[in-house]
C-alpha cells in the first residue's frame, strides 16, 4: 500500500522542482516592430469595460497594434460602454458580433469573427477579466520571439478573496506545474502534453491561420487547450509561462459561480469519464490518502502529505498565491473531485452568460 502513496507524491515532486527551477518567465522588454492585434470578446462584461480599457491603452513599446474587442449580443450595457470608453483612441475598434451559427459555441464564434477582422502578424487574445501591466504585451511577446515559438499562453495570476476561491484556484496552476515537464512539452508533436490558458493566449497569424483560425475548436468548451493541441498537430511549438508578474484575474467570486464555471467544463477536461477517474484517483492519491495514512500513523502518509504540500508551496510561489493555503491541499483535491463528478452529472444543463452548453 505504501507504494501507492511515494510513487505519486515522489513523481510530482520531482516533476514540480524541474518546472520550478526552469518555467519560461516574460521579463524582458524590446521593442516590438511586428503588428499586433489584440483581441478581446465579451458578452455581458459591463463590470469589466473600464479597466480592460484602461490595462489595454497603457501597453507600451508596441510599434503597430491595433485592439479589436467583438460585443458578442450583450444584455447588458457592455456595448455603450466600450463606444464610450474607447471614444477618440484611433486604434480601438468595436465590432458587433453576428447570430452565433450552429455548431459553435459562442467564445469560439467570437474570437474566430476577431480573427477573421484582425492584420496583425500576431495574434494576442485577452479575456475581458484579465488586467496586464503596461508592458505585459510587450514582454509576452519578447519571449515568443526569443524562444522562437509560435504560440505562448502567459498564466495570469488567479486572483481570490473568498475561501471557496483560495481551495479551487490555486489548483490550476499546480495541475500543470506538478505532472507536465514545460521543457519537453514546448519542443514536443505530442498534443496531449499541451498546456494553455486562453485567459491571455499569444499565437503568430501564420500557425492560426494554418489551423483554419478557431473553426479547428467551434464546438468545444475547452477551446484554449483544444486550440493548442490543433497547433501542435499541425507543426507548431508553443508552451504555457509564468505570467503572474504580468497579468491578473479573477475567475469567480463566489462557490456558485466556481461551480457552475467549472460545472461547464471539467467533464471535458479529462476527455472522458475513464479520464475523468483516472483524475479521480490521482486526486485521492496525491491529496486525500496520504494525510488519511498519516493521521492513522503511517510514516509513508507524513512524508507523501510533506511532498504533496512541497509542491504547492513551489506552485504558489510562481503564482503569487499565499503557500500556507498549501497545507489545505486535501480539502482541495476533495472539493475538485466534487466538481468533476458534479460537471458530468450536469453536462448539457449548464448556463453561462446566459447560454445553455
Wanted: charged share 15%; with cysteine; aromatic share 8%.
Amino acid at each position: 500500500m505504501d507504494y501507492l502513496l511515494t510513487i505519486p507524491s515522489s513523481f510530482i515532486l520531482l516533476i514540480s522542482l524541474i518546472n520550478f527551477i526552469t518555467i519560461r518567465n516574460p521579463k524582458k522588454s524590446t521593442q516590438i516592430n511586428e503588428s499586433i492585434s489584440v483581441v478581446v470578446p465579451l458578452r455581458n462584461e459591463a463590470s469589466n469595460v473600464v479597466e480592460l480599457i484602461d490595462s489595454l491603452r497603457t501597453q507600451k513599446n508596441l510599434a503597430q497594434v491595433e485592439f479589436l474587442l467583438l460585443d458578442d449580443n450583450s444584455d447588458d450595457e457592455t456595448l455603450a460602454l466600450l463606444h464610450q470608453h474607447t471614444a477618440g483612441l484611433s486604434n480601438f475598434h468595436i465590432l458587433t458580433g453576428s447570430t452565433l451559427p450552429q455548431g459553435w459555441i459562442g467564445k469560439t464564434w467570437a474570437l474566430q469573427q476577431l480573427f477573421e477582422r484582425a492584420s496583425g502578424e500576431i495574434i494576442v487574445s485577452v479575456d475581458a477579466d484579465v488586467r496586464l501591466v503596461p508592458d505585459a504585451i510587450n514582454r509576452a511577446v519578447t519571449l515568443l520571439k526569443n524562444t522562437h515559438l509560435d504560440f505562448l499562453s502567459p498564466y495570469p495570476k488567479q486572483l481570490s478573496f473568498s475561501w471557496s476561491e483560495s481551495m479551487i484556484q490555486p489548483l490550476l496552476q499546480w495541475s500543470w506545474m506538478s505532472t507536465v515537464i514545460l521543457r519537453i512539452a514546448e519542443k514536443s508533436s505530442i498534443s496531449s502534453m499541451v498546456v494553455a490558458n486562453g485567459q491571455f493566449f499569444i499565437v503568430r497569424r501564420a500557425a492560426l491561420a494554418q489551423v483554419g483560425g478557431y473553426e479547428s475548436v467551434r464546438n468545444k468548451v475547452l477551446d484554449d487547450v483544444e486550440l493548442a493541441r490543433a497547433l501542435v498537430k499541425q507543426g507548431s511549438h508553443g508552451c504555457v509561462a509564468n505570467g503572474a508578474e504580468i497579468a491578473s484575474t479573477r475567475m469567480y467570486s463566489s462557490w456558485k459561480q466556481i461551480q457552475a464555471g467549472y460545472g461547464k467544463s471539467l467533464h471535458a477536461a479529462f476527455g472522458s469519464i475513464f479520464g475523468s477517474a483516472i483524475a479521480i484517483t490521482f486526486l485521492f492519491l496525491t491529496g486525500i490518502a496520504p494525510l488519511i495514512a498519516a493521521i492513522t500513523g503511517s510514516t509513508i502518509g507524513w512524508y507523501a502529505y510533506a511532498a504533496v504540500t512541497l509542491t504547492r508551496v513551489m506552485s504558489s510561489i510562481k503564482a503569487g498565491k499565499n503557500p500556507l493555503d498549501a497545507l489545505l491541499h486535501p480539502i482541495s483535491s476533495a472539493l475538485l473531485v466534487y466538481l468533476i463528478i458534479y460537471s458530468w452529472l450536469m453536462r448539457g444543463h449548464v448556463q453561462w452568460k446566459g447560454r445553455t452548453l
